[in-house]
């Protein structure tokens, strides 16, 4: 294949222009293109609605995809794609009532994603015919603008129709043409339009549509275009894309150009498969115009053109607001001035993972928000829980359909708060969501169930089973057990017991995060508890269908609420639903089923792992969905019989407030939960890697698991307090008095103001639900329903057999049966289980004989100690969740019929099995033994899909079976009697192996099974085996279907003695052979250069990623010996390993919600650590450098100097030490330039506009090179006779080299276009209003430089400095004579104190070593911190505990002693006679609180002390800045004296004028100033130009 020619620069302007970014490479391409898979993604879809985004989004990511729930099933697109399909035919359709030959003159494709190769084909078929496809442009000018969409699209579909008429069987919708003055169109509205367009003029039928486009790489966009007409996608730029990964060495390398593009096409396909079979759609020709989405967001006008008849109920974008969105990319690409600012990189707006930034996506889970709830939860702290709040209910506003609604407050009159229902019972509407045990740990499972049920709330199972021990009940009272149990589609561990120690049964019909998708819990996880709650086998992955196979339809549905309700008559029957359109009548459906609960979850919900397509695009917002079923439960008075629930992204009071309003009476908390136990959004729960030890069954991360019950009943209480506050304003008494309330609801004035929201339209929402007729009829749950359970036959024999249910003998007894009876044995099974626990009868069992024709469910959770034998045939679902009873079923004996030729049974008998035995004379139908996990069965003949994800127990079949035997099986053995040996062509053998059965042990099993089934049936066919039973025969006639995964578990179980088994099993359980070191210093001092070492290795070749925090341990590079150094002025740094660097950078985790990246408690300047650590590791230095200057103008400043708050709040820092992103980011710099990969850049074009800038310190520079970089002119300023400011004369050399660092950087920009202006003071050399008025704008960033003094007696004495004088004199000296000249202070041979710490005093300390100080002393006025974090210094804040910084090492290596003295306070510097100081009289001090609570400190009597010395350096901090350059031009100052500028807009009082760093924000750290500069860069850049593209 060849590979399409494009320039590197031409190909970035179109993924720009087309929107892609850094994560649609990194997680979505770059995964297809290597491994034929969609991507996996984990904790749902936390992000705003497409409508709702501030970014520019493509129409594609308007459309939810549907999915089918109740009212038909979904398909299983991987275990039985024998019944799906992509192939294709198209091309023009003849007429289907009339075939002719002519008709079959179409194209068929095996896939609708063409390959470069097929779409040439397809191009270039009968050139100069009608055949030869006809190419229409689908871009339109730059010059029309936004208004350009709409015109486009209209001459999009005349041309296409004229080229029908013209005879043209094909028509390529392309647009390739964009460039610079031509926009593309999106290609879903391109297809949609003229699709519908044709159908209209009746020429549909006549053409085929093929799309060639740029915008369309990823699933849902494929199906998108294919659910809206299309015929055959060609997404061209997506495999040029893809082409640049491989050359970039970023797919793996023995991977030729056509092979990514089949693993490409691969994974299309399979995910367009999934999303047809959602919906059970098997085939694409069915699929094909069905338009099975909802647009969410989309105005009516767009709809009406582009997408007739799809449903969008809120309205939303106009061809106005997409055509913006269009142009803005457009002009990302194009446009000269952004090529300027852009590089040759694509950004990264943090839809996957969050993000800092102005360009970035918000995300509910902030890290802001995070870090207060979780400080909020452990401390029980309302005001950090109301910051939680303010920052989380700003995010909804713009993020969700609620936020967007607001409460009309003042319609009704305020009442007492102490009025309002208590917290206590508001707390018992909570529900935490269905979380399965094998997903999230024991710890964090068992944590939520003592939490819940201490407050009488309720947990929830998931659907992974419960642990029996759970059951009892603790010593101290408290209950593990999960008040609801979940029974989903795998049915694991649903087994009579479980059922019975259940308040609540949900079935789960679908999952918020992937509706109609069955999941998979990865061998890896299913380690031996979990083996054993699920009743599988360790080590082997398991399966869940996405469908249920007993709910094919409404009737089925009842009939396992029925089934459920009979195992527990106390328990109500919940029913999950997702919100998608038409909710409300299938909720409407299941109440009428007799279901007692239903929850309507949203599509944001968590999940612990799923395809990104399923995360990202399915399902719907809960408002939309709870709304619906409500009004139509109400509309259909069917309100009043059950409770109603949503769930989805709640997390606070206002929440919950406007969920009762749109009708919920219970809410549940997934996620939030979650976070109150410790989760930090990692998003790798599919991993087992959490390091928290929440998602992840590693011993040793599990043992990291911190969270208590407290911190989550503290949470829901405030949850419920936040609400009752409301509620009080609202003047509602209970939560009771405002369900279905939406009157109290009204649009926020925010849609109408927002140009991208005016076009939504709430009043669907916001319609009163009403029952014609019945004005007052209730709108929540006021009764129950009736089951239907007083007449059952189930009665009758609990009745006759309390004899062994009293345990005093057992029971034998007859009864005839009909097909009305329904679920027999539940009721009884359930009484058995009450009494005797899982185990059963084993003293006094029950055998009933039944004679007819049994209903659904004969047997149904079945327990252990009753036997039922039922002469006749039995329904469907006989031996459903069959859990250790005996089910024996044969043909009346007086029959005729021969029973291996018929059916006896039904579909879908033994579902969900867990143990017991069924032995069955005759056929029965299909999906015999779906799920079994543990029961032993014999049948004479089976249906389709027999055995189907099986994972336990045995099954003999002595007949014939249907197709897809053993689908998804991965555990327990089938015997299969095949005398004709065609078994093969009708097995799935996916997942098993064909053997022959020959081995002593399954002849011995096989022969005892057909022996007990002739016992208990008299079959005539295991009489005739039995009879002519050999080992030939049975070798010759049998075949053992043997799961591979199971084959291989045995195996090493057979190899290994029981001692290294045990061994073994705890080796696999984790990463590393032995558990971390607990590295968190408790018990001593951190040493900066060297945060600790344990016995993993800091370095290794090839390190692994995954994992990479648990393999490897921190290897801070360490400073060069104290010895050496402290005889120069040299940097202190060693020279830099990049092998270790990179495993150091596989200790990233690549977090989810990077805490590092954040400016608050992280990197002030959102650095993408994770990104660039990720490229480290991978040996790409270069684009780590892309990554980092992105953010960072001077990362080999920060990289030196900056205290690095990024480590501070790495999230690997609550369980281990910090990554070591502070060394990474130095290496990536320095290594850039030592590459010669650092090269001046000047802007190409110019604005004319001119900037002056006041101060080159950090602030200044950043600002300075932003600006230039926007094209303006720039000239800085400054009154030092070098640049740099801070950087300059306020860091010694040696911890940031001036020549080759500072001054290196300064002629970069020079020769960027930059001008520098030294030795002139603005406000003394140049009048500051006269710069003003020369300039456009000026920028103060002249620093906070008024030092704060000491004014005690003696200050005045001669040898007392400030100590920025102190290094300022000590740098100039050095640069301009290397310490000859004498213009600077020395500490040769002198006693030093140095008064203040912070860095500035450790500088002052080295400086003085290096001089020869006779002796160092530093005083700090405030306590030792602590050794590691105060209660009150929660992660991720900065971590205020005792470091040793590299001045502290030096006097203590050299001096023997740590220099630092706290609590200490300086009363007096006392003079020796002749003006000089000479020493300084001190007192210690204790700290403690008055009586506001304020901190204050008392002198310690008798603790007096003199302390000699010749040189004192005042190192206090800063008071502000100095009044020269403001004072001229009327500058405001705020109360602290720094010039008073808003930060996010810097702009002073006086028009035209900015600050930005220390002299606006207070004395602060150079990563400060540096984030400062670029961000009033941006608002000055804004203010020149009328808008900005700056970041």
Not at 76 to 84: L, M
Not at 472 to 481: E, H, T
Not at 1339 to 1362: A, E, Q, V
Request: hydrophobic share 35%.
């Amino acid at each position: 294949m060849k590979k399409e020619e494009m320039e590197a620069s031409t190909l970035m302007d179109r993924l720009k222009a087309f929107g892609y970014t850094v994560e649609t490479l990194d997680m979505l391409l770059e995964p297809m293109g290597s491994t034929g898979y969609e991507a996996l993604g984990s904790m749902g879809n936390d992000v705003p609605l497409a409508c709702l985004s501030s970014r520019p989004r493509n129409v594609f990511e308007y459309f939810r995809q549907l999915f089918a729930q109740v009212t038909n099933p979904p398909i299983d697109p991987i275990r039985e794609r024998i019944v799906t399909s992509l192939t294709c035919p198209i091309g023009p359709e003849g007429n289907i009532l009339s075939p002719v030959p002519s008709c079959a003159q179409r194209v068929f494709i095996d896939d609708p994603v063409l390959r470069p190769r097929e779409f040439l084909a397809l191009r270039s078929i009968s050139k100069g015919s009608q055949w030869s496809p006809k190419v229409v442009d689908t871009t339109f000018p730059k010059s029309d603008g936004s208004d350009g969409l709409r015109k486009g699209l209209i001459r999009v579909c005349d041309e296409v129709e004229q080229a029908v008429i013209e005879g043209h069987k094909f028509v390529i919708l392309s647009d390739r043409s964009i460039c610079a003055d031509r926009v593309p169109i999106m290609s879903a509205m391109a297809v949609g339009s003229v699709h519908h367009h044709l159908i209209r003029k009746h020429l549909r039928s006549r053409v085929g549509l093929v799309a060639e486009v740029g915008d369309a790489r990823e699933v849902h966009h494929f199906s998108v275009l294919l659910g809206f007409g299309v015929d055959a996608i060609y997404p061209y730029v997506a495999y040029q894309a893809l082409f640049m990964l491989r050359s970039d060495n970023k797919l793996p390398g023995d991977l030729t150009e056509e092979q990514v593009v089949h693993n490409y096409q691969a994974a299309a396909s399979k995910g367009i498969t999934k999303v047809m079979s959602k919906m059970g759609v098997s085939t694409l020709q069915s699929y094909k115009g069905a338009q099975i989405f909802e647009g969410l967001g989309i105005h009516k006008e767009v709809v009406e053109f582009c997408f007739v008849g799809c449903a969008s109920r809120i309205g939303g974008a106009t061809f106005e607001v997409f055509g913006r969105d269009l142009v803005s990319l457009h002009d990302f690409a194009f446009a000269p001035r952004c090529r300027d600012l852009s590089s040759q990189s694509l950004t990264n707006e943090g839809y996957y993972h969050w993000r800092q930034g102005s360009a970035s996506e918000l995300h509910l889970n902030d890290p802001q928000a995070i870090a207060f709830l979780q400080h909020a939860c452990r401390s029980n702290d309302v005001a950090a829980f109301k910051k939680f709040t303010e920052i989380t209910n700003n995010i909804v506003k713009v993020s969700t359909l609620r936020g967007l609604l607001r409460i009309k407050f003042g319609t009704m009159e305020p009442i007492p708060l102490e009025e309002v229902e208590p917290a206590k019972e508001i707390v018992k509407r909570f529900c935490t969501g269905a979380m399965s045990f094998g997903s999230i740990s024991r710890e964090t499972h068992t944590t939520m169930a003592i939490a819940m049920n201490r407050i009488g709330a309720k947990s929830n199972t998931g659907e992974g089973g419960e642990q029996a021990d759970r059951y009892q009940p603790l010593d101290n009272g408290d209950s593990m057990k999960s008040a609801i149990k979940q029974v989903a589609s795998a049915r694991f561990g649903v087994n009579i017991f479980y059922l019975t120690n259940s308040i609540e049964i949900q079935i789960k019909m679908a999952q918020g995060a992937k509706p109609g998708e069955g999941g998979e819990l990865p061998g890896h996880k299913v380690k031996g508890p979990i083996a054993a709650t699920r009743k599988s086998t360790p080590g082997v992955g398991l399966i869940s269908p996405p469908p249920h196979h007993d709910i094919y339809s409404i009737e089925d549905l009842a009939q396992l609420i029925f089934d459920l309700k009979n195992a527990n008559a106390q328990a109500r029957i919940s029913v999950k639903l997702v919100s998608e359109v038409g909710v409300g009548v299938v909720a409407a459906g299941v109440a009428k089923g007799k279901a007692d609960h239903i929850l309507i979850a949203g599509h944001d919900g968590g999940t612990g792992a799923s395809r990104w397509t399923g995360i990202k695009y399915a399902g719907l917002p809960w408002e939309l969905g709870l709304s619906e079923a409500h009004q139509t439960l109400v509309h259909n008075g069917l309100r009043d019989r059950v409770v109603l629930q949503t769930d989805g992204q709640i997390k606070t009071g206002l929440d919950v407030v406007k969920a009762a309003l749109l009708g919920a009476e219970e809410f549940g908390f997934g996620t939030t939960a979650l976070i109150t136990l410790g989760c930090i959004m990692m998003r790798k729960c599919h991993l087992n890697t959490c390091p928290v030890g929440i998602a992840t069954q590693d011993p040793v991360l599990r043992k990291k698991f911190e969270g208590q019950p407290e911190h989550l009943i503290n949470y829901l209480f405030m949850v419920a307090e936040d609400a009752r506050e409301i509620l009080a304003s609202l003047g509602a008494r209970s939560f009771n008095d405002i369900i279905g309330r939406v009157d109290l609801l009204e649009t926020d004035p925010v849609v109408a103001a927002n140009e991208k929201f005016k076009g939504i339209d709430f009043s669907s929402i916001l319609r009163p639900a009403f029952k014609k007729g019945a004005p007052n009829s209730p709108v929540y749950c006021t009764t129950t329903q009736d089951h239907g359970l007083e007449a059952v036959l189930d009665r009758t024999l609990v009745q006759a057999a309390l004899p062994a249910l009293n345990g005093e003998s057992e029971v034998k007894i007859r009864f005839g049966i009909k097909n009305s009876d329904r679920c027999v044995g539940g009721i009884l099974s359930n009484e058995v289980s009450k009494k005797f626990g899982e185990q059963g009868l084993t003293q006094h069992p029950i055998h009933i004989k039944f004679d007819g024709s049994a209903g659904q469910s004969f047997g149904a959770w079945l327990a252990c100690g009753i036997t039922f034998e039922l002469e006749g045939d039995a329904n469907d679902y006989a031996g459903k969740g069959l859990s250790g009873g005996v089910l024996i079923i044969y043909p009346p004996k007086s029959g005729t019929i021969k029973p291996e030729e018929n059916v006896i049974a039904g579909n879908v008998l033994l579902y969900g099995a867990t143990a017991g035995q069924a032995f069955i004379r005759g056929v029965v139908s299909e999906r015999f033994s779906v799920r079994n996990s543990g029961a032993v069965a014999v049948v004479e003949g089976v249906g389709d899909h027999g055995c189907e994800y099986m994972t336990g127990g045995t099954v003999v079949v002595l007949g014939r079976t249907g197709r897809n035997f053993a689908a998804g099986m991965s555990g327990g053995i089938a015997y299969v009697y095949d005398p004709d040996g065609n078994f093969h062509t009708l097995c799935n053998q996916e997942m098993v192996d064909l053997d022959e059965v020959e081995s002593p042990q399954d002849l011995s099993t096989l022969k005892g099974l057909i022996q007990r089934h002739f016992d208990h049936t008299g079959s005539g066919v295991a009489q005739k085996l039995l009879n002519n039973w050999s080992a030939d025969l049975v070798t010759r006639s049998f075949v053992k279907v043997f799961p591979r995964d199971y084959k291989r578990v045995l195996a090493e179980r057979a190899s290994a003695s029981v001692e290294s088994k045990a061994a073994a099993d705890e080796e696999a359980l984790s990463l590393n052979k032995r558990e971390i070191k607990e590295s968190k210093t408790e018990e001593k001092a951190v040493d900066m250069e060297d945060f600790g070492v344990d016995s993993r290795p800091v370095i290794v070749s090839n390190p692994v990623k995954n994992g990479g925090f648990i393999r490897y341990a921190r290897g801070a590079s360490k400073y060069r010996p104290e010895a050496e150094r402290v005889n120069d002025f040299n940097e202190i740094y060693q020279q830099h390993d990049s092998v270790k660097l990179q495993t150091q950078a596989a200790r990233c985790m690549d977090c989810g919600i990077p805490f590092c990246h954040q400016e608050t408690t992280g990197c002030p300047l959102g650095n993408r650590i994770p990104e660039w650590n990720e490229l480290v590791h991978s040996n790409r230095w270069k684009e780590a450098l892309d990554r980092l200057l992105s953010t960072n103008n001077f990362p080999e400043f920060t990289g030196r100097v900056c205290p690095a708050p990024c480590e501070g709040s790495c999230v690997l820092g609550i369980i281990d030490q910090p990554v070591t992103i502070k060394n990474i980011e130095m290496s990536i710099i320095d290594r850039a330039f030592e590459e010669g990969w650092i090269v001046p850049s000047p802007p190409k074009s110019r604005t004319g506009r001119r900037v002056a800038i006041v101060g080159s310190g950090p602030a200044g520079l950043a600002a300075a090179d932003q600006l230039n970089k926007a094209g303006h002119l720039v000239t800085v300023y400054e009154r030092a006779d070098r640049i740099g400011g801070l950087l300059m004369y306020g860091v010694p050399n040696m911890k940031l080299d001036k020549e080759l660092v500072v001054q290196r950087r300064v002629d970069l920009m020079t020769k960027e276009g930059i001008e520098f202006i030294t030795n002139v003071e603005v406000g003394v050399d140049i009048d500051s209003l006269e710069l003003k008025n020369k300039f456009d704008a000026v920028i103060l960033s002249t620093g906070s430089t008024t030092p704060r003094d000491l004014p005690i007696k003696g200050r005045s004495l001669k040898g007392i400095y400030f100590a920025m004088e102190f290094l300022r004199q000590n740098t100039k000296s050095y640069l301009d004579s290397k310490l000859t000249d004498g213009h600077f202070v020395s500490a040769k041979d002198k006693r030093v104190v140095v008064i203040g710490g912070g860095d500035t005093g450790n500088d002052c300390i080295g400086t003085s070593m290096r001089h020869g100080a006779k002796s160092v002393v530093n005083f700090e006025l405030l306590p030792q911190p602590p050794n590691g974090r105060a209660a009150d210094n929660p992660w991720p804040q900065w971590p205020k505990i005792f470091r040793i910084d590299y001045g502290h090492s030096e006097v203590k290596k050299l001096h023997k002693d740590d220099p630092r003295q706290f609590c200490i306070l300086s009363k007096e510097f006392l003079d020796d006679g002749e003006g000089n100081v000479m020493g300084i009289r001190t007192v210690r001090i204790r700290w403690e609180r008055d009586a506001q609570g304020r901190w204050k400190f008392v002198e310690l009597e008798g603790t007096e002390k003199i302390v000699k010395c010749e040189l004192v350096f005042l190192s206090m901090g800063f008071v502000g800045p100095e009044k020269k350059v403001s004072d001229r031009i009327g500058i405001e100052y705020d109360p602290f004296g720094n010039y008073k500028a808003k930060y996010g807009t810097f702009n002073t009082s006086v028009d035209g004028v900015f600050a930005a760093g220390d002299c606006r924000r207070g004395q602060s750290l150079v990563v400060w100033g540096i984030s400062e500069g670029r961000q009033c860069a941006r608002e000055v850049d804004r203010y020149l130009m009328g808008n900005t593209l700056l970041p």
